[in-house]
């Protein structure tokens, strides 16, 4: 009853490690019966030359720390092969294999706890995201865990099982989609925020940012989790750059340093927004505490600066152009390109075990 209930894979191998029983009680993999691992979405006996190959791909962020000395970690993300089943490490800021780098880690000598986890429609046959969406999450709706997400046409869709469907009396084109507190919110271009009903009906929620701030083509709006509340992250881009809606922004190298798909528009700045539930408005927020950001193409989450090596509180990471890892400093607007991983602020992202 108590490995069913469990969050994640690494924490079954923690349950299975405690003794003979316990791990005679629980088989090595459940979850690949469950669609928390891959969730086939197309059903390969209609038009399978087509629809055949693609699937609902996890991913998945942790938290790595010695055993020896548990305060401060390092951030990796993984998901598993498909082909041989096991763990891989991904770049943090895209879906990228990264090749020639760890391929276990030894639980005796390191905790790890899931953090985040993260969701794609992937291509089998291609081997790379679907370009179709922005973001996508694993929704309780009709009964059951369907996939529902955003797509570059700003349309907001949902798996059947059998055909994606564009939900009904959508008002707005939507930038993000969220599971918070049990609830699936989407948030519109223009900055208010959507509640989808578990019946798939979607209502507006609350208010619009200032209208200065958006209906422009030079910026982002994503959902990040923080502090039990939703905020908003406004990412702005350069003039004239814009997000091509017809390319997946990998920012990624291989190992021989040369660049992995397309890079994304260069970003300037962000601005970060809450909603002040006495003013009935949104505001924006000039600092994230002891807290940090992090921006991948698949998810945003928040992360305490504290447990991590380096990271800088009040800050905000993100890979842009060159793909290259930055942390915009929200104290004073200033951008720090990781041209090392020796850098102190970076050093979250490279553990000693790579």
């Given at each position: 009853?108590?490995?069913?209930?469990?969050?994640?894979?690494?924490?079954?191998?923690?349950?299975?490690?405690?003794?003979?029983?316990?791990?005679?009680?629980?088989?090595?993999?459940?979850?690949?019966?469950?669609?928390?691992?891959?969730?086939?979405?197309l059903d390969p006996t209609e038009n399978a030359s087509q629809q055949g190959n693609a699937f609902l791909s996890r991913a998945a962020f942790f938290r790595v720390t010695p055993s020896s000395s548990p305060n401060q970690g390092w951030l990796i993300k993984s998901d598993t092969d498909l082909n041989s089943g096991k763990f891989r490490l991904l770049d943090h800021f895209s879906r990228i294999p990264l090749k020639h780098r760890c391929k276990s880690i030894n639980l005796l000598r390191f905790n790890v706890s899931e953090i985040q986890e993260a969701y794609v429609v992937h291509d089998r046959r291609m081997d790379e995201p679907d370009l179709g969406f922005k973001r996508v999450v694993l929704a309780t709706v009709q009964g059951g865990d369907h996939a529902l997400g955003v797509g570059w046409d700003g349309r907001i869709r949902f798996w059947s099982g059998r055909i994606w469907t564009i939900l009904k009396d959508q008002l707005a084109e939507f930038t993000d989609v969220v599971?918070?507190?049990?609830?699936?919110?989407?948030?519109?271009?223009?900055?208010?925020?959507?509640?989808?009903?578990?019946s798939l009906s979607i209502f507006k929620y609350g208010p619009p940012l200032d209208e200065s701030i958006t209906g422009s083509d030079c910026r982002n709006l994503s959902f990040v989790q923080h502090g039990g509340e939703l905020y908003i992250v406004d990412r702005i881009l350069k003039e004239g750059d814009t997000l091509d809606p017809n390319v997946f922004y990998v920012c990624a190298v291989d190992d021989d340093g040369n660049q992995i798909g397309e890079t994304s528009p260069k970003t300037i700045g962000f601005k970060v927004y809450k909603m002040d539930e006495d003013m009935g408005k949104w505001?924006?927020?000039?600092?994230?505490?002891?807290?940090?950001?992090?921006?991948?193409?698949?998810?945003?989450?928040?992360?305490?600066?504290?447990?991590?090596?380096?990271?800088?509180?009040n800050a905000i990471y993100f890979a842009d152009k060159e793909c290259k890892i930055r942390v915009f400093k929200l104290e004073d607007a200033s951008i720090t390109r990781a041209t090392s991983t020796e850098q102190n602020c970076f050093k979250m992202f490279a553990p000693s075990f790579f």
């Amino acid at each position: 009853m108590i490995a069913v209930c469990l969050f994640s894979v690494i924490e079954l191998k923690s349950f299975r490690s405690v003794c003979r029983s316990w791990r005679s009680s629980a088989s090595d993999n459940p979850f690949r019966s469950r669609p928390l691992i891959e969730l086939k979405l197309l059903d390969p006996t209609e038009n399978a030359s087509q629809q055949g190959n693609a699937f609902l791909s996890r991913a998945a962020f942790f938290r790595v720390t010695p055993s020896s000395s548990p305060n401060q970690g390092w951030l990796i993300k993984s998901d598993t092969d498909l082909n041989s089943g096991k763990f891989r490490l991904l770049d943090h800021f895209s879906r990228i294999p990264l090749k020639h780098r760890c391929k276990s880690i030894n639980l005796l000598r390191f905790n790890v706890s899931e953090i985040q986890e993260a969701y794609v429609v992937h291509d089998r046959r291609m081997d790379e995201p679907d370009l179709g969406f922005k973001r996508v999450v694993l929704a309780t709706v009709q009964g059951g865990d369907h996939a529902l997400g955003v797509g570059w046409d700003g349309r907001i869709r949902f798996w059947s099982g059998r055909i994606w469907t564009i939900l009904k009396d959508q008002l707005a084109e939507f930038t993000d989609v969220v599971i918070h507190g049990g609830l699936t919110y989407a948030l519109a271009s223009d900055g208010s925020v959507w509640w989808i009903s578990s019946s798939l009906s979607i209502f507006k929620y609350g208010p619009p940012l200032d209208e200065s701030i958006t209906g422009s083509d030079c910026r982002n709006l994503s959902f990040v989790q923080h502090g039990g509340e939703l905020y908003i992250v406004d990412r702005i881009l350069k003039e004239g750059d814009t997000l091509d809606p017809n390319v997946f922004y990998v920012c990624a190298v291989d190992d021989d340093g040369n660049q992995i798909g397309e890079t994304s528009p260069k970003t300037i700045g962000f601005k970060v927004y809450k909603m002040d539930e006495d003013m009935g408005k949104w505001v924006e927020v000039k600092s994230l505490g002891d807290d940090a950001f992090v921006m991948a193409t698949d998810t945003c989450f928040s992360v305490s600066a504290g447990e991590f090596h380096g990271c800088l509180k009040n800050a905000i990471y993100f890979a842009d152009k060159e793909c290259k890892i930055r942390v915009f400093k929200l104290e004073d607007a200033s951008i720090t390109r990781a041209t090392s991983t020796e850098q102190n602020c970076f050093k979250m992202f490279a553990p000693s075990f790579f």
